[in-house]
Structures are given as C-alpha cells and as structure tokens.
C-alpha cells in the first residue's frame, strides 16, 4: 500500500551570510532599488519573489567568490538550491538567516557562534569584520522556526537577529557585563560602513515574536561558558 507524505512546509535555516551583499567587496555592482542600503556594501531588503531572491544570491555569490570566503559561498549557494528547489517542485518554503548565535550551550563541545564571544572575553583583537552583523539568543532562533512553520502569514526570508551594530558595541557591552574579563576596547569601526539598525528582523516582530535582549544572551553564554570549564 502507497503512502503519501504531505508537506505542508519548509522552514530552512542557514545564517546571516547570504543576506550581505558586497560587504567584502566595496567596488561599486548595479543593484536594482528593492534593495536597502544599511552600510557602503549592500544589506537584501527580505522579499517572497523567488526571482528576485535568486538575483540577489547570484550577485552575493560573485562578490563573496571574488573575496575567497568560501563558507558565505557554501551557504548562499545551499540557500539558492534551496529556492530553486521549491519553485520547481511547488513547495512551500521559509527561509530564516539568524545572526550569531548565543545562549546556553547543549552540547559538551565549543561551537563557532560561542567561540566568538569566548575569544572576545578572552582577549582576542578579531574585529570579526567579515563574520559579524548581530547577535540573537539561541532560544529566540527557536521560537521563530516554530513560528515561521505555523503562521500562515509567513513567506519568504526572515533574517533573525535583535538588531544590527558594530562588533565593537558588542566588545563593550560584553566588558561592561563581565568586568572580570580583559575584554578588548576596540576604536573606529569594525565594520567599516555597517549603519545600526534596531528593528532589522522587523519581518519576524510583525509576526509576533519578542526577541531576549542582548545582554541576557551574553550572561547565559557566558554563564554556560564557566560551567563547562570553557573560560580560564
């Protein structure tokens, strides 16, 4: 006896990466006005247009080639494939592209979202220029795949983050909430053109979710980060 599966839809997770255009490339590229522009390089206005989404890959992919970061490659292309998939064979699908990602670690291991904070407290002068955009609480990730799963609302992508800052306002956060800590103090821009922007997951706050402020996911991880005997 055959059994049909019926899938209602597809919640897709990547990271924020496919959704920067430019920002390692400055030279000028003909980009049409759906985009906005958050910094000198070029930030996607969220849009259901598959075709448009599909541009908007294809640019990011050449500039993000050009640069030989090849893990923004890796993940526009999936997202991409993604897209194309779904518009062939009708299927229903949601894109999220969360920024860094803290909270509390579930795994007894180190992941690469946490290290950027643990390398921060630990020291390091990484301005992150190439790997940073936001921060948002694992837990809010959470909420929004379920939420973008059962609103019939949702279309499209959502990127995922409470707000878009420099990585130097978060250095300083991070000192003032951990003054035990030699936490860096960095100067000027650590990415160079980056415009902050408070409501940047405004897609996803229309929907209804309520984002953890910053400064709690920093005390989670950090907090998290001492109990596995991950911080000296």
């Known amino acids: 006896m055959t059994r049909l599966v019926w899938v209602w839809r597809v919640v897709i997770h990547t990271d924020w990466s496919p959704t920067s255009i430019g920002h390692m490339d400055r030279s000028p590229i003909s980009i049409p006005s759906e985009l906005s522009v958050l910094h000198k390089a070029f930030v996607v206005r969220f849009t259901s247009s ?3 989404v599909g541009y908007v890959l294809h640019v990011h992919k050449m500039l993000i080639r050009r640069s030989a970061k090849w893990y923004p490659v890796s993940k526009t292309l999936a ?25 509390q670690l579930l795994q007894p ?20 220029e190439y790997h940073w955009l936001g921060a948002v609480h694992v837990k809010d990730v959470a909420a929004a ?30 000192s003032k909430l951990s003054p035990e800590f030699s936490v860096h103090r960095f100067t000027g821009e650590t990415q160079p053109g980056l415009v902050a922007c408070k409501d940047a997951a405004k897609k996803l706050i229309d929907l209804g979710l309520i984002f953890t402020p910053v400064e709690d996911a920093i005390k989670d991880t950090v907090n998290s980060l001492k109990a596995k005997g991950l911080l000296n």
């Not at 991409?80 to 062939?88: D, L, N, S, V």
């Open 50 to 52: 598959v075709w448009f």
């Open 79 to 103: 997202e991409k494939a993604a897209w194309e998939f779904a518009e062939k064979n009708g299927l229903d699908v949601v894109a999220i592209n969360p920024a860094t990602c803290l909270g």
């Open 109 to 128: 291991g180190l992941n690469a979202s946490c290290a950027v904070l643990q390398q921060l407290l630990q020291g390091s002068t990484d301005t992150q």
């Open 145 to 174: 795949q379920i939420l973008l799963f059962e609103s019939p609302r949702a279309s499209g992508r959502y990127l995922c983050t409470n707000g878009i800052y420099q990585f130097g306002d978060f250095a300083d956060r991070v």
